[in-house]
């Protein structure tokens, strides 16, 4: 089974600044995703990505498939970025076996202040 | 708009009473999940459906059930049998299923209180 780890567990930052945050899981995989899950619950993807590097806007999500390492960068933070972001990560194989779904990591809560 | 609808956002319920989570989707999507959120947890999967008629347990399906009548709706009945059921549900879709590539679209997110 996937183990997937993020860091920080709790990030805040003024507003402006660059932020990070790293992702790492144990077995290989296809996919790994990154999510942001606003305070109301709701949950929305970010990127999908299987290598290299993606960017959308202000957010930049990188890959090192070999080092089993993803991040997620925030440029010019603005409060609004706030939330919880989520790294997921998809199976290898399909195996059926209830696998097809994602394995999470805990998420990472990101405040950025005024 | 196409989405996925979860109904209703808070629910309250009694323990030993079965209660059903609704979940509707317009996006034609194959591919449904259920998820249980719990604080300071990752998102765990309960249970998936790749097609109408089809689905397969997750992780932590003891004490749930599912069913796919229909394509559009994923319907998960928490039963008196689950032991701990005061957490926040999450359903999902995909055009198709194989989290390998295919990206997944969440609904609002049920949270359901057991007193």
């Given at each position: 089974k996937n183990e997937v780890e993020q860091s920080p567990q709790n990030l805040t930052a003024q507003e402006g600044e660059f932020?990070?945050?790293n992702c790492s899981y144990s077995v290989?995989?296809?996919?790994?995703?990154?999510?942001?899950?606003?305070?109301?619950?709701?949950?929305?993807?970010?990127?999908m990505l299987s290598s290299g590097k993606k960017k959308h806007g202000r957010l930049i999500a990188t890959i090192n498939i070999q080092e089993k390492h993803s991040s997620?960068?925030?440029?010019?933070?603005?409060?609004?970025?706030?939330?919880?972001?989520?790294?997921?990560?998809?199976?290898?194989m399909y195996s059926g076996g209830g696998a097809d779904g994602l394995t999470f990591g805990k998420g990472t809560h990101l405040i950025i202040q005024p | 708009d196409g989405g996925i609808t979860q109904s209703?956002?808070?629910?309250?319920?009694?323990?030993?009473?079965?209660?059903?989570?609704?979940?509707?989707?317009?996006?034609n999507h194959d591919a449904m999940y259920w998820y249980r959120q719990d604080p300071g947890q990752g998102l765990r999967l309960i249970?998936?459906?790749?097609?109408?008629?089809?689905?397969?347990k997750g992780d932590i399906a003891e004490g749930y059930s599912v069913s796919?009548?229909?394509?559009?709706?994923?319907p998960l009945t928490v039963t008196s049998a689950q032991k701990n059921p005061t957490a926040f549900y999450l359903c999902a879709s995909s055009i198709a299923s194989g989290s390998r590539y295919n990206e997944q679209f969440f609904g609002p997110g049920t949270r359901l209180t057991v007193l």
């Open positions: 932020i990070t945050i290989g995989i296809s996919a790994l995703h990154w999510l942001q899950q606003h305070p109301g619950g709701g949950i929305v993807s970010l990127f997620l960068h925030i440029t010019a933070s603005h409060p609004r970025d706030s939330a919880v972001y989520i790294c997921a990560v998809g199976a290898t | 209703p956002k808070y629910l309250f319920r009694k323990e030993g009473q079965n209660v059903t989570l609704s979940c509707e989707q317009n996006l249970y998936y459906s790749q097609i109408v008629n089809d689905f397969q796919r009548e229909k394509k559009e709706s994923f």
